[in-house]
């Protein structure tokens, strides 16, 4: 019975990524992130890392009710927040989250601290990047390649075979 309470102290690590409706007004936007910073806070996150909501132009139409009437939604500012909390209370966000009216929708993951953004390997660069990002390379960077004839390729294989059955 106490481990079941051990794990239910735990501290996790977390990342809500979420979309706030496009008819909140630009100007109100960093209130709905206050909203969701103070849930986090109130039930005993504390948070790591964020990125402030950008409108995004979404993959798919997403459909909400609002008012008692369903709108469909193809844009949203879409942000995310990196925090740690206590397993008991990651339920208590969730609810949160639900009832709030202007978050379209929201996904809460399980996380590492560490930085997770991903950033392109110079290899990954396109054709068409700046001069600067490419590499370039010069008669030096290339062996040089020596001419060999048939007659001393067939030698090097007689040896070979020699060597090998001569240890056999």
Not at 54 to 77: E, G, I, P, Q, W
Not at 86 to 114: C, S
Request: aromatic share 6%; proline share 3%.
């Amino acid at each position: 019975m106490k481990e079941k309470e051990d794990n239910l102290d735990e501290i996790q690590v977390y990342e809500v990524g979420f979309h706030i409706l496009p008819t909140v007004p630009e100007e109100k936007v960093q209130e709905e992130l206050s909203l969701i910073e103070d849930v986090i806070s109130k039930n005993g996150g504390s948070i790591i890392a964020q990125d402030f909501p950008k409108m995004r132009t979404l993959a798919y139409d997403v459909a909400k009710t609002v008012d008692t009437k369903r709108l469909s939604f193809n844009k949203a500012y879409f942000g995310w927040i990196k925090f740690e909390i206590g397993k008991e209370n990651i339920a208590k966000i969730k609810n949160a989250l639900d009832t709030n009216l202007n978050i379209l929708r929201f996904i809460i993951i399980k996380t590492v601290r560490e930085n997770t953004l991903h950033i392109p390997k110079a290899s990954m660069i396109s054709k068409n990047a700046p001069e600067e990002l490419k590499v370039s390379r010069t008669e030096d960077d290339f062996e040089e390649k020596i001419e060999i004839s048939e007659e001393e390729i067939d030698k090097s294989i007689d040896e070979l075979l020699v060597d090998e059955e001569v240890e056999s």
